[in-house]
């Protein structure tokens, strides 16, 4: 009777808890389902709002506008040279539409940063364009995060999408630079049509792997690295990013990627392979194209650099350097390149031709502090392996004095794993250098290829293989040589400036044809 009376009290309390549970659950539905309506009516308020404001400014201006977001415009590097040419081929091609920059630089007028291009790219613009400045680029920046930075900064990038949106309203967008989370803001909320060009995945299946295999690389500390639960943990916030970021970048009218490689991963994360295409970046090849490439015996270079007599042709008396061009960054990985140069030295002998006539030149470009003490670390490892009197660092050189670098190299080195595309490795090309890059990314997808049946290039992915390879260059006939170098010459014009414009205007021109008159 007892056990009875006790089993009923059990059910009597379980009874009350569900009701109790359903009182709270119903009033939470409710509230929900206000709110999702609040807000939706608050997004739908907004569009109209910025709507007006299209059309209003479309009534002013008797012309549809096409909005460029590059938030580092000022900035001289190979995404800033995509801008400005992108720009350059559509104002020629649509004279009736008008254009805008948002950059965040600050201190500098629109001018001066026409007149940086124009100065660093040699880019002129036919007509004016609106700069729209940002104030909140810090958002952005990587700085601005020390831990979870890819989220950040992908928040970041939406706030500052929404400064600019609501600075000025397009009837087409177009990302320039990678921040694919601004894409469903002006699609969405300012009723843009959206473009982007993508230079590199921000997140990637690579990235992934090496924290699951848990190899410590630049993006991977070593303290995640060793710990197999905070591996597991950043693999799961990866999954999640990746998702995200494919579901932000699916929003995309148009997707142009800039190798085989970034095509790759972007068609794995965004889905959309009807609206995606491969746009090579413009090269600045011209400047090297004009030095005419002569057999080594004949050479005079542009500068002595210690040449003995001729002996029979051969050529293994001339001093031979070996180049690389690249910001002093992480990625870049120029201990690879000094260790491999040390293997290269051990293997070769004390006579003529021998490890007195190599040189190594690293060239390239210190951004901040931080840079500039990796370059000190570098000079302590040249010091510590024995080879600092067979080393170079030119720091911040005008374009002239490395032009001169490359033209007389025998070698450009590249060591970066999964370089997206490889600028630098297509001008090293263009100067006459034979190449050896890393044996991935866009290097060895796009570049590094044999070109009508014939040899382009070399490439490696270990300090053995790059000094293998760098002494199967040097053991070459100048002849041979000769050869391999007009081969990557000739093979280059697919990256030239008028490839570029003539693939970028064929991708844009569906969105271009709608913008209504």
């Known amino acids: ?34 709110l999702t309506l609040v807000l939706l009516l608050l997004l739908l308020g907004v569009r109209m ?17 096409v909005a460029f977001f590059h938030p580092y415009c000022n900035a001289g590097g190979g995404g800033e ?35 940086g291009a124009r100065q660093r790219f040699n880019i002129t613009l036919p007509r004016s364009v609106t700069f729209i400045f940002l104030r909140h680029r810090v958002l952005v920046e990587a700085s601005s995060y020390p831990h979870f930075t890819l989220l950040g900064q992908s928040a970041g990038s939406m706030f500052l999408g929404w400064e600019a949106l609501t600075a000025f309203v397009p009837d ?4 320039s630079m990678g921040y694919a989370f601004t894409l469903p803001i002006f699609r969405y909320l300012g009723g843009c049509k959206v473009a982007s060009y993508v230079h590199y995945p921000t997140v990637s299946t690579d990235m992934l792997s090496v924290v699951r295999e848990r190899n410590p690389r630049f993006n991977n500390a070593d303290f995640i690295s060793r710990n197999p639960i905070l591996s597991a943990l950043k693999v799961v916030y990866y ?36 609206r995606t295409s491969i746009v090579y970046p413009p090269c600045d090849i011209r400047a090297f194209l004009d030095v005419p490439l002569e057999d080594e015996d004949e050479m005079e270079g542009w500068e002595e650099l210690g040449r003995e007599e001729e002996d029979g042709g051969r050529g293994d008396r001339k001093r031979h350097s070996i180049v690389s061009v690249g910001q002093f960054r992480p990625e870049k990985d120029h201990q690879l390149q000094i260790r491999a140069f040390r293997k290269l030295l051990d293997r070769k002998g004390d006579g003529p031709g021998g490890r007195e006539s190599l040189r190594l030149v690293l060239i390239g470009g210190c951004r901040n502090q931080e840079d500039e003490e990796r370059v000190l670390m570098l000079r302590g490892l040249c010091q510590e392996l024995g080879i600092a009197d067979h080393v170079e660092f030119k720091l911040n050189i005008p374009f002239e004095e490395l032009k001169r670098e490359l033209v007389d190299a025998t070698i450009g080195l590249h060591t970066m794993w999964n370089e997206h595309f490889g600028i630098g490795v297509v001008e090293c090309m263009a100067a006459g250098t ?7 990314g866009g290097p060895k ?21 790059y000094a ?48 209504e008159r």
């Open 445 to 465: 997808l796009d570049i590094v290829v044999p070109y009508e049946g014939r040899q382009t290039g070399f490439l490696a992915d270990s300090e053995d293989s």
């Open 81 to 115: 040279r995509v801008l400005w040419c992108s720009l350059r081929a559509l104002m020629h091609r649509y004279p009736g539409v008008s254009f805008v920059v948002y950059t965040g630089d600050q201190g500098v007028t629109g001018e001066q940063i026409l007149e």
């Open 172 to 175: 087409l967008y177009v990302d």
């Open 49 to 65: 709002w910025l709507q007006g404001r299209r059309k209003a400014r479309r009534a002013q201006d008797d012309g549809p506008a």
């Open 1 to 34: 009777m007892g056990h009875d009376n006790h089993h009923h009290h059990l059910s009597l309390c379980f009874c009350d808890l569900m009701r109790l549970l359903w009182s709270l659950l119903v009033p939470c539905l409710y509230l929900s389902l206000i």
């Open 239 to 274: 999954c999640c990013f990746a998702l995200l970021y494919g579901l932000a970048g699916s929003c995309s009218d148009v997707i142009m990627v800039n190798s085989t490689w970034t095509l790759g991963h972007i068609l794995a994360l965004w889905r959309s392979p009807s």
């Open 468 to 515: 293998a390879a760098m002494e199967t260059i040097l053991l070459l006939s100048p002849a041979a040589r000769l050869e391999m170098r007009r081969n990557a010459r000739d093979s280059v014009e697919r990256f030239s400036d008028q490839e570029f414009e003539s693939c970028f205007l064929a991708a844009m021109e569906p969105l271009m044809g709608t913008l």
């Open 434 to 440: 034979i190449v050896l890059a890393h044996k991935s």
